[in-house]
């Protein structure tokens, strides 16, 4: 068995308590007095809402002879606070879901809800209501022509719960912000292209929604103002726990998205937690197995590893067992034993980072030690199958050499 220290350079903040209950009082030196308890149990107090969550959604477009699925079993959760960048092929249902979402078309089949409403059913009059707490930015801009960019957005504030005497500061200010300071008494048809979509987003962010759904926005843009957009969201996303879902296939913004979901003919193809997943691999890369993978194929088995959670006094591992998992720690702290001529000995810990369980995978032997929790911790997982395929179709010379020895 491997196991890694607790790394000590990026999780002072929240490591740094638990570490202190790391050798708990009642297992004294060699002796295992602890029972087993089933995980995943208690800790739904940290766990988050999704703000959006579609489930088992189809839908179709027309009727008879001409019906046409487009969206199949889509599933997704999004949360409050994060930045969604979807992309897909032309026609994979990108536009569709967003739709759905913001309750322009009626859900056909499955569940959407939208910040804690079902919209699966929902009456035309709740459809509008929702619809206006929702800051859509389309490609067809919608402004109105008779009315100067100050104006167009002030329109969005009346809706909200601005101050009247406030709307024309407030508007000015986001307009400027967006780089419209010059034209702000000009109407639609005397602004450019990518200047019409800068009012549109001011209009759409006006009123501090908790949903944005952006086609396309930055698409008309330039380089610099497209970058102002992604701020101007970000600050939504970070001050506002606002969601924002923005389709796009502008390279320039991805670097702004939490959660990088991609459609593929009209399925939920793939859907990475930026974060995560970065975390993940950054892990991974510290375990001999893994070390020197290309980004690519750690992000394929980032994908792969589950969460899971475990309390005190839980045993993740046990000595003897036979290998099914590999584990990799997210947070907490755990204790490793082995049992040996009947003495069970404390023989390390493992924390944030850590890794443990590979040692058998590889091997094909029996568990070398047992790895107990000492705090709640969570873990990613990676079954054997999926760790066997990690290694057989990444590694080098080397790794065949392990995977040979795993699969005899
Ligand atoms: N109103 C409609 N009536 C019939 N079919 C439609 C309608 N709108 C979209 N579709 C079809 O549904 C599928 C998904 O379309 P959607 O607009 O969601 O794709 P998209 O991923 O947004 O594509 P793009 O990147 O080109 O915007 C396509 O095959 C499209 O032709
Ligand atoms: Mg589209």
Redesign the pocket.
């Known amino acids: 068995m491997t196991t890694t220290p607790a790394s000590d350079d990026d999780d002072a903040d929240d490591d740094s308590a638990l570490g202190e209950k790391r050798i708990r009082a009642d297992m004294g030196e060699g002796t295992l007095a602890f029972i087993t308890s089933p995980f995943s149990q208690g800790f739904d107090d940290d766990e988050r809402k999704p703000s959006i969550a579609v489930k088992n959604v189809d ?1 179709y ?2 009727e008879g002879e ?1 019906k ?1 699925q ?2 199949f079993d889509a599933n997704l959760d999004l949360y409050p606070g994060e930045i969604v960048i979807m992309t ?12 759905l979402i913001g309750g322009l078309r009626s859900v056909q089949s499955g569940s959407l809800v939208v910040n804690g409403r079902e919209l699966n059913g929902m009456s035309r009059e709740d459809l509008v209501s929702l619809r206006r707490s929702i800051g859509f930015i389309f ?1 067809a801009h919608n402004l109105f022509d008779a009315y100067s960019a100050v104006q167009n957005v002030g329109l969005a504030l009346e809706l909200g719960d601005c101050p009247a005497s406030e709307m024309r500061t407030r508007s000015i200010e986001i307009l400027t912000r967006l780089g419209l300071g010059h034209r702000l008494e000009n109407r639609p048809a005397q602004l450019s292209g990518g200047q019409r979509q800068r009012v549109a987003i001011a209009r759409a962010v006006a009123n501090r929604p908790r949903v944005i759904l952006a ?2 926005p930055t698409a008309a843009l330039d380089k610099d103002s497209g970058r102002e957009v992604v701020k101007l969201l970000r600050e939504r996303a970070t001050e506002d726990k606002a969601t924002i879902l923005i ?1 796009t ?1 502008d390279n320039r913004i991805l670097d702004v998205a939490d959660r990088i979901v991609t ?1 593929v003919d ?1 399925r939920v193809s793939s859907n990475v937690n930026v974060k995560e997943a970065d975390a993940i691999c950054n892990f991974l890369r510290r375990c001999d197995t893994f070390t020197g993978l290309p980004a690519p194929a750690l992000l394929e088995i980032s994908q792969k590893m589950k969460r899971e959670r475990f309390r005190p006094p839980a045993k993740v591992i046990e000595q003897g067992a036979m290998g099914d998992k590999f584990y990799v720690v997210r947070q907490g702290a755990l204790s490793i034993f082995v049992e040996k001529d009947g003495v069970t000995r404390k023989v390390g810990t493992v924390g944030k980072g850590g890794f443990f369980g590979e040692a058998a995978l590889l091997t094909g032997a029996p568990r070398a030690a047992t790895v107990a929790v000492d705090s709640p911790c969570e873990l990613y997982s990676l079954g054997k199958d999926d760790f066997t395929k990690a290694v057989a179709a990444n590694a080098g010379l080397r790794g065949q050499l392990v995977s040979l020895a795993v699969t005899r």
């Open positions: 839908q477009f027309g001409n046409k487009v969206l897909g092929p032309s026609g994979s249902g990108k536009t569709t879901i967003l739709t490609q086609d396309e389709v296939h459609m009209g």
